[in-house]
Protein backbone atom coordinates (compact mmCIF):
# COMPACT_ATOMS: atom_id res chain seq x y z
CA UNK A 1 0.00 0.00 0.00
CA UNK A 2 1.32 3.39 -1.04
CA UNK A 3 2.15 5.68 1.72
CA UNK A 4 3.41 9.11 2.07
CA UNK A 5 4.35 10.78 5.50
CA UNK A 6 5.27 14.01 6.08
CA UNK A 7 7.43 15.62 9.12
CA UNK A 8 9.45 18.76 9.98
CA UNK A 9 6.49 21.05 10.66
CA UNK A 10 6.76 23.11 13.36
CA UNK A 11 6.20 26.95 14.98
CA UNK A 12 9.05 29.46 13.80
CA UNK A 13 9.72 32.74 13.86
CA UNK A 14 9.51 35.05 10.69
CA UNK A 15 13.08 34.98 8.30
CA UNK A 16 13.91 31.66 9.81
CA UNK A 17 14.13 28.51 8.06
CA UNK A 18 12.30 24.66 8.58
CA UNK A 19 12.72 21.53 6.23
CA UNK A 20 9.96 19.31 5.54
CA UNK A 21 10.10 15.49 4.46
CA UNK A 22 7.88 13.40 2.88
CA UNK A 23 8.73 9.76 3.20
CA UNK A 24 7.42 7.40 0.82
CA UNK A 25 6.26 3.47 0.33
CA UNK A 26 5.01 0.97 -1.47
CA UNK A 27 5.87 2.30 -4.99
CA UNK A 28 8.17 2.76 -6.99
CA UNK A 29 9.65 5.90 -6.08
CA UNK A 30 11.41 7.10 -8.91
CA UNK A 31 8.14 6.28 -11.43
CA UNK A 32 6.55 9.49 -9.73
CA UNK A 33 6.55 12.98 -9.33
CA UNK A 34 5.61 14.32 -6.24
CA UNK A 35 3.86 18.02 -5.45
CA UNK A 36 3.75 19.98 -1.96
CA UNK A 37 0.05 21.32 -1.14
CA UNK A 38 -0.59 23.87 1.74
CA UNK A 39 -4.00 24.81 3.37
CA UNK A 40 -3.79 28.01 5.47
CA UNK A 41 -6.33 27.64 8.48
CA UNK A 42 -9.81 28.00 7.52
CA UNK A 43 -8.91 28.56 3.80
CA UNK A 44 -8.88 26.74 0.51
CA UNK A 45 -5.58 24.31 -1.14
CA UNK A 46 -2.71 26.41 -2.51
CA UNK A 47 -0.66 24.52 -4.76
CA UNK A 48 3.30 25.39 -3.46
CA UNK A 49 5.99 22.69 -5.93
CA UNK A 50 6.49 19.77 -8.14
CA UNK A 51 9.34 17.60 -8.28
CA UNK A 52 9.27 15.70 -11.69
CA UNK A 53 9.72 11.65 -11.20
CA UNK A 54 13.64 11.73 -11.99
CA UNK A 55 14.20 15.23 -10.44
CA UNK A 56 14.74 16.84 -14.09
CA UNK A 57 12.20 19.66 -13.11
CA UNK A 58 11.23 21.85 -10.47
CA UNK A 59 8.47 24.35 -10.05
CA UNK A 60 7.54 26.79 -7.52
CA UNK A 61 4.46 28.83 -6.94
CA UNK A 62 4.86 32.70 -7.48
CA UNK A 63 4.41 33.15 -3.52
CA UNK A 64 7.71 30.99 -2.61
CA UNK A 65 9.72 31.15 -5.57
CA UNK A 66 13.04 31.95 -4.56
CA UNK A 67 12.82 31.09 -0.55
CA UNK A 68 11.70 27.41 -1.07
CA UNK A 69 13.48 24.79 -2.41
CA UNK A 70 12.42 21.23 -3.26
CA UNK A 71 14.25 18.29 -3.83
CA UNK A 72 14.60 14.58 -3.52
CA UNK A 73 16.52 11.55 -2.15
CA UNK A 74 16.51 8.35 -4.53
CA UNK A 75 18.32 6.18 -1.64
CA UNK A 76 16.08 7.56 0.92
CA UNK A 77 12.47 7.19 -1.35
CA UNK A 78 12.04 10.96 0.22
CA UNK A 79 11.10 14.15 -0.92
CA UNK A 80 12.29 17.67 1.36
CA UNK A 81 10.83 21.16 1.20
CA UNK A 82 13.70 23.64 2.61
CA UNK A 83 11.53 26.81 3.51
CA UNK A 84 13.72 29.77 4.07
CA UNK A 85 12.81 33.06 4.86
CA UNK A 86 9.82 32.21 6.33
CA UNK A 87 6.63 34.61 6.98
CA UNK A 88 3.44 34.44 8.73
CA UNK A 89 1.48 33.77 5.27
CA UNK A 90 3.38 30.76 5.20
CA UNK A 91 1.44 29.10 7.91
CA UNK A 92 -0.60 26.33 7.26
CA UNK A 93 -0.81 22.68 6.61
CA UNK A 94 1.37 21.32 4.15
CA UNK A 95 1.12 18.44 2.72
CA UNK A 96 3.18 15.74 0.06
CA UNK A 97 0.90 14.09 -2.69
CA UNK A 98 2.08 12.15 -5.59
CA UNK A 99 1.93 12.80 -8.67
CA UNK A 100 0.06 9.97 -11.18
CA UNK A 101 2.22 10.40 -14.23
CA UNK A 102 -0.99 11.06 -16.14
CA UNK A 103 0.22 14.49 -17.28
CA UNK A 104 -2.54 16.55 -16.51
CA UNK A 105 -1.52 16.52 -12.57
CA UNK A 106 -3.84 14.14 -10.46
CA UNK A 107 -2.89 13.78 -7.26
CA UNK A 108 -3.29 10.32 -6.45
CA UNK A 109 -1.97 9.49 -2.89
CA UNK A 110 -1.68 12.61 -0.02
CA UNK A 111 -0.05 12.47 3.07
CA UNK A 112 -1.79 13.27 6.71
CA UNK A 113 0.12 16.53 6.39
CA UNK A 114 2.04 18.80 8.69
CA UNK A 115 2.04 21.67 10.27
CA UNK A 116 3.92 24.71 10.07
CA UNK A 117 3.12 28.05 12.26
CA UNK A 118 5.27 31.28 11.32
CA UNK A 119 4.70 33.58 14.24
CA UNK A 120 6.75 36.39 16.35
CA UNK B 1 -4.18 32.50 -6.09
CA UNK B 2 -6.44 30.30 -8.09
CA UNK B 3 -6.23 29.93 -11.66
CA UNK B 4 -9.31 27.31 -11.87
CA UNK B 5 -12.60 28.96 -11.01
CA UNK B 6 -15.48 27.36 -8.74
CA UNK B 7 -18.42 28.36 -7.01
CA UNK B 8 -18.04 28.92 -3.39
CA UNK B 9 -20.70 26.36 -2.65
CA UNK B 10 -23.27 24.39 -3.91
CA UNK B 11 -26.15 22.44 -2.00
CA UNK B 12 -28.26 19.07 -2.55
CA UNK B 13 -31.28 17.63 -1.56
CA UNK B 14 -30.16 14.14 -0.35
CA UNK B 15 -30.73 11.56 -2.76
CA UNK B 16 -30.81 13.83 -5.85
CA UNK B 17 -27.85 14.88 -8.54
CA UNK B 18 -25.25 17.68 -7.88
CA UNK B 19 -23.03 19.16 -10.26
CA UNK B 20 -19.75 20.79 -9.00
CA UNK B 21 -18.05 22.66 -12.01
CA UNK B 22 -14.73 24.44 -12.79
CA UNK B 23 -13.40 26.36 -15.47
CA UNK B 24 -10.60 27.50 -16.80
CA UNK B 25 -8.02 27.76 -19.98
CA UNK B 26 -6.13 25.21 -19.34
CA UNK B 27 -9.19 22.34 -18.85
CA UNK B 28 -8.92 23.25 -22.91
CA UNK B 29 -6.12 20.77 -23.02
CA UNK B 30 -6.00 18.90 -19.81
CA UNK B 31 -8.37 17.13 -17.64
CA UNK B 32 -9.32 18.05 -14.25
CA UNK B 33 -8.79 15.71 -11.52
CA UNK B 34 -11.14 15.94 -8.56
CA UNK B 35 -10.64 15.77 -4.49
CA UNK B 36 -12.96 15.58 -1.69
CA UNK B 37 -11.72 17.08 1.68
CA UNK B 38 -13.49 17.22 5.14
CA UNK B 39 -13.12 18.89 8.26
CA UNK B 40 -9.72 17.81 9.49
CA UNK B 41 -8.49 15.52 6.94
CA UNK B 42 -6.36 15.43 4.03
CA UNK B 43 -7.95 15.78 0.90
CA UNK B 44 -8.90 12.39 -1.40
CA UNK B 45 -9.10 12.02 -4.79
CA UNK B 46 -12.37 10.86 -6.28
CA UNK B 47 -12.15 10.80 -10.32
CA UNK B 48 -9.49 11.39 -12.52
CA UNK B 49 -8.91 11.59 -16.21
CA UNK B 50 -12.08 11.41 -18.75
CA UNK B 51 -13.63 9.63 -16.14
CA UNK B 52 -12.19 7.30 -13.82
CA UNK B 53 -12.58 6.67 -10.44
CA UNK B 54 -9.62 5.30 -7.59
CA UNK B 55 -10.67 2.13 -5.81
CA UNK B 56 -13.29 2.59 -3.30
CA UNK B 57 -14.36 5.44 -4.62
CA UNK B 58 -18.53 4.86 -5.18
CA UNK B 59 -19.93 5.14 -8.79
CA UNK B 60 -22.03 7.86 -7.94
CA UNK B 61 -19.23 10.27 -8.55
CA UNK B 62 -18.42 10.88 -12.19
CA UNK B 63 -16.74 13.82 -14.53
CA UNK B 64 -17.00 15.40 -17.51
CA UNK B 65 -15.62 18.34 -19.65
CA UNK B 66 -16.92 20.56 -22.22
CA UNK B 67 -14.38 23.22 -23.33
CA UNK B 68 -12.94 24.93 -20.40
CA UNK B 69 -15.50 23.60 -17.87
CA UNK B 70 -14.70 20.67 -16.18
CA UNK B 71 -17.70 18.84 -14.27
CA UNK B 72 -18.03 16.71 -10.85
CA UNK B 73 -21.27 15.10 -10.93
CA UNK B 74 -22.99 13.16 -8.05
CA UNK B 75 -25.79 11.35 -8.29
CA UNK B 76 -28.21 10.38 -5.63
CA UNK B 77 -26.22 12.63 -3.19
CA UNK B 78 -25.35 11.39 0.59
CA UNK B 79 -25.14 12.92 3.40
CA UNK B 80 -21.63 11.68 3.35
CA UNK B 81 -20.84 13.13 0.67
CA UNK B 82 -21.05 16.65 2.25
CA UNK B 83 -17.53 18.39 2.30
CA UNK B 84 -15.10 21.19 0.19
CA UNK B 85 -14.85 19.73 -3.53
CA UNK B 86 -11.50 20.80 -5.07
CA UNK B 87 -10.30 20.48 -8.90
CA UNK B 88 -6.81 20.08 -10.08
CA UNK B 89 -4.80 20.31 -13.77
CA UNK B 90 -1.82 21.21 -15.21
CA UNK B 91 -1.19 24.98 -16.11
CA UNK B 92 -0.70 25.28 -20.09
CA UNK B 93 1.42 28.18 -19.72
CA UNK B 94 3.89 27.53 -16.67
CA UNK B 95 3.29 23.86 -16.11
CA UNK B 96 2.52 23.99 -12.37
CA UNK B 97 -0.76 23.13 -10.66
CA UNK B 98 -3.75 25.29 -11.03
CA UNK B 99 -6.26 24.76 -8.17
CA UNK B 100 -9.79 25.49 -8.06
CA UNK B 101 -10.91 27.17 -4.71
CA UNK B 102 -12.92 24.77 -3.63
CA UNK B 103 -16.68 24.42 -3.32
CA UNK B 104 -18.32 23.50 -0.10
CA UNK B 105 -21.24 20.92 -0.65
CA UNK B 106 -24.32 21.35 1.45
CA UNK B 107 -26.78 17.82 1.61
CA UNK B 108 -29.90 18.64 2.67
Known amino acids: QVHLVESGGGVVQPGTSLRLSCATS????????LHWVRQAPGKGLEWVSL????????YYAEPVKGRFTISRDESEKAVYLQMDDLRVEDTAMYYCARDDSSGYYGLDVWGQGTTVTVSS | SSELTQDPAVSVALGQTVRITCQGDSLRTYFASWYQQKPGQAPVLVVYGADNRPSGIPARFSASKSGDIASLTITGAQADDEGDYYCITRDTSTSHAALGGGTKLTVL
Open chain 1, 26 to 33: GYIFGNHG
Open chain 1, 51 to 58: IWYDGSRK
